[in-house]
């Protein structure tokens, strides 16, 4: 089994290094390097590679958010590396994901690169995503606090936006447009799913094609035939085709 291998790693001088120890592996072929969190998100997405080493602290998007940011099928077999000292680590062990602490030795590189090899020889034999690096996930998103995060993705970044920023949403066709304060960001997403992602978090779709954050909502004016204006903070006005019970009771869940 040839392993393809990704480096990921913001220093030139790191990347060299781990290619001289991959070099004198037999089963594996490096495939490509990337300097940034969301140059490794695209070339993760076009390469596919088994392998990825991983460096935790990069520009743009660390390590944990490359993640992230992939879809559960693309996920690799991941080996972190990283300068964090070992006690800041031990979340990654619980988890099973490996790691090479900064210097590493050889002996400590290939017995990190021997697990992995049975992480593949393990996942081979199975499909899905690996449950460790599931578990790690859910750890992570468990532990990022605010409520959920979306992922919007351009050409020249890509952002994970606080659901607390937003203060509308309003369907575009097969997209999505996100309006915070100050921006607007497209996704593509479907309106019920978007409404199930943030429906513990103090969202509610108030028509067919707009979900309001119901903390920014000002206040109601009423329209004709029992239906009302939702005039938010910003001052956007919004119709309102659901029940004022319903908005109600949902307020007085939060």
């Given amino acids: 089994m040839i392993i393809r291998v990704l480096i990921v790693d913001d220093e030139p001088l ?8 991959l070099a004198a592996e037999a089963d594996i072929t490096v495939v490509g390097e ?11 997405t076009q ?13 743009r998007l660390n390590g944990f958010q490359v993640l992230e940011a992939l879809a559960p099928a693309q996920l690799p077999v991941v080996i972190f590396t990283t300068a964090h000292d070992e006690h800041a680590l031990r979340a990654f062990e619980v988890n099973a994901v490996d790691y090479l602490l900064k210097p590493f030795k ?3 590189f290939r017995k990190a690169l021997e697990r992995a090899r049975e992480q593949l020889r393990t996942r081979a034999g199975r499909s899905g995503v690996d449950p460790q690096l599931a578990a790690l996930l859910a750890t992570l998103q468990q532990n990022a606090g605010g409520g959920p ?3 919007v993705k351009s050409p020249d970044r890509i952002l994970f936006l606080a659901a607390e920023e937003i203060d509308h949403i309003e369907a575009a066709g097969n997209y999505l447009v996100l309006h915070t304060a100050k921006e607007r960001h497209v996704v593509r997403e479907t309106m019920v799913e978007m409404e199930a992602r943030l429906a513990n978090s103090g969202f509610m779709r108030i028509n067919r094609s707009t979900i309001v954050n119901l903390d920014r909502i000002r206040e109601l004016q009423p329209l ?8 938010l903070k910003s001052g956007v006005r919004l119709n309102m085709t659901c029940s004022l019970s319903e908005l109600q009771g949902k307020m007085r869940r939060l």
Avoid: N
């Fill in 224 to 231: 004709a035939a029992g239906e009302f204006c939702v005039i």
């Fill in 106 to 108: 050889p002996a400590r």
């Fill in 47 to 59: 390469l596919a590679p088994d392998l990825v080493f991983l460096d935790v602290q990069m520009p």
């Fill in 14 to 21: 790191a990347r060299q290094g781990l290619r001289s120890f």
């Fill in 34 to 44: 990337c300097a940034d969190g969301a140059e490794a998100v695209k070339t993760v």
């Fill in 149 to 151: 995060r979306i992922l």
